[in-house]
Antibody, heavy 120, light 110 residues
Framework: EVQLVESGGGLVQPGRSLRLSCAAS????????MHWVRQAPGKGLEWVSG????????GYADSVKGRFIISRDNAKNSLFLQMNSLTIEDTALYYC?????????????WGQGTLVTVSS | QSALTQPASVSGSPGQSITISCTGA?????????VSWYQQHPGKAPKLLIH???KRPSGVSNRFSGSKSGNTASLTISGLQAEDEGHYYC??????????FGGGTKLTVL
């Protein structure tokens, strides 16, 4: 069974940084692309970033480009999102999601999310 | 990266069929057969219903089907059931290893 467990969310002040983690199990982690998708309270889904299996190809939404960095550690079956220069608009539930083989394809399995609240 | 355009809400009665549209641009929906659809119930993670325009993952009911014409993709739900009520999102590959979601459509089963 595919399991994705996010952690690292919390309350942070504007301008500060936060690092999200996602622990994956139940599948061969380095066979798949991975994504971060967020959902602001009461709002729709917003794709944040994706990374292919070997970290060669990655993409970012314009709203986070230059501030967020996606990475993965295949040896530890883990996905990360380093979030810098946070703003109030980054407040959301952040989902870790497993894609298909290539990062051009969409998320298939989702975790339950970790909540990030940016507030002074 | 502009969000794909979906109707804010649709409704239908049990047993009926409904269609949700998803309009993008020539740079995303129109260029790639990489449109997917998700269902989300309140407080739950999204569930993938359709990928690559028409493909259903294992376990997804065949009452859900997808199509695409030009810059617009569509999700059709046939034999509407009460459990289908929720939010639906489309998603498309948009080039340069980026994805874009639609704004979401709330489906009400009357």
């Amino acid at each position: 069974e595919v399991q994705l467990v996010e952690s690292g969310g919390g309350l942070v002040q504007p301008g500060r940084s936060l690092r999200l983690s996602c622990a994956a199990s139940g599948f061969t982690f380095d066979d798949y692309a991975m994504h971060w998708v967020r959902q602001a309270p009461g709002k729709g889904l917003e794709w944040v970033s994706g990374i292919n299996w070997n970290s060669v190809n990655m993409g970012y939404a314009d709203s986070v480009k230059g501030r967020f960095i996606i990475s993965r550690d295949n040896a530890k079956n883990s996905l990360f999102l380093q979030m810098n220069s946070l703003t109030i608009e980054d407040t959301a539930l952040y989902y870790c999601a497993r894609g298909f083989v290539v990062v051009t394809e969409p998320p298939e399995y989702w975790g339950q999310g970790t909540l990030v609240t940016v507030s002074s | 990266q502009s969000a794909l355009t979906q109707p804010a809400s649709v409704s239908g009665s049990p047993g009926q069929s409904i269609t949700i549209s998803c309009t993008g641009a020539s740079s995303d929906v129109g260029s790639y057969n990489l449109v997917s659809w998700y269902q989300q119930h309140p407080g739950k993670a999204p569930k993938l219903l359709i990928h690559e325009v028409t493909k259903r993952p294992s376990g997804v009911s065949n009452r859900f089907s997808g199509s695409k014409s030009g810059n617009t993709a569509s999700l059709t739900i046939s034999g509407l059931q009460a459990e289908d009520e929720g939010h639906y999102y489309c998603c498309s590959y948009a080039g340069s290893f980026t994805l874009v979601f639609g704004g979401g459509t709330k489906l009400t089963v009357l």
